[in-house]
């Protein structure tokens, strides 16, 4: 069981928004900053928001994150069909001085 | 661009050591701006942060792995390298190596190389 806890599934259909929740403690979320990664599908990792909400460079707007104390979510507006995959969230844990990852979401757009 | 990809046998034997390499495209890993991390998934625990080098060649591990983990840097090949001791069915994975600026924000991947512990 993960340190970081998603939801193991979601859905959406074409246009709607779907959000991602990842939540954690105050050794991590609560005072680090968390990441958020897409994995489509036979492929590696792709970062989608660092610094908690922050887009690196060719990352959509309808992408965005937000941390609250010890919880992040990940919103995705105007869903897509090549949207469906699954979505990690991840920080830096103080208590066990480790990179730790959520078990992941899989988005299933219908 | 930066390109990152893993290179090593996809079949390691039970309680031998697990040795995969990235090379390193598009970036040198002599920057001071960077640390490159070994990164693991599987079904069973999901992605797992392994350890990073820095190019100084100070290393940060997982503590869960760490009596067994070694990560080094070969400058003149711009490559690093991991090295896991003792591997057992458990360690079975997609291995991938990733550049990253700080804990947790990892911006290039390579591509993953799924290596099998088996006898």
């Known amino acids: 069981q993960s340190v970081l806890t998603q939801p193991p599934s979601a859905s959406g259909t074409p246009g709607q928004r779907v959000t991602f929740s990842c939540s954690g403690s105050?050794?991590?979320?609560?005072?680090?900053?968390v990441y958020w990664y897409q994995q489509l599908p036979g492929t590696a990792p792709k970062l989608l928001i660092y610094?908690?909400?922050q887009r690196p460079s060719g990352v959509p707007e309808r992408f965005s994150g937000s941390k609250s104390g010890t919880s992040a979510s990940l919103a995705v507006s105007g869903l897509r069909p090549e949207d469906e995959g699954d979505y990690h969230c991840?920080?830096?844990?103080?208590?066990?001085?480790?990179?730790?990852f959520g078990g992941g979401t899989r988005l299933t757009v219908l | 661009q930066v390109q990152l990809q893993e290179s090593g046998p996809g079949l390691v034997r039970p309680w031998e050591t697990l040795s995969l390499t990235c090379s390193v495209s598009?970036?040198?890993?002599?920057?001071?701006?960077?640390?490159w991390n070994w990164i693991r998934q599987s079904p069973e625990k999901g992605l797992e942060w392994l350890g990073y080098?820095?190019?100084?060649?100070?290393?940060t591990y997982n503590p869960s792995f760490k009596s067994r983990l070694t990560v080094s840097l070969d400058m003149s090949r711009n490559q690093f390298s991991l090295n896991l001791k003792s591997v057992t069915a458990a360690d079975t994975a997609m291995y991938f190596c990733?550049?990253?600026?700080?804990?947790?924000?990892?911006?290039?991947w390579g591509q993953g190389t799924l290596v099998t512990v088996s006898s």
């Open positions: 990733a550049r990253s600026y700080s804990y947790g924000h990892f911006d290039f």
């Open positions: 598009g970036v040198s890993v002599n920057i001071g701006s960077y640390y």
């Open positions: 080098i820095y190019y100084s060649g100070s290393t």
């Open positions: 105050s050794s991590n979320i609560g005072n680090r900053y």
């Open positions: 610094r908690n909400d």
């Open positions: 991840a920080a830096w844990d103080d208590s066990l001085s480790a990179v730790i």
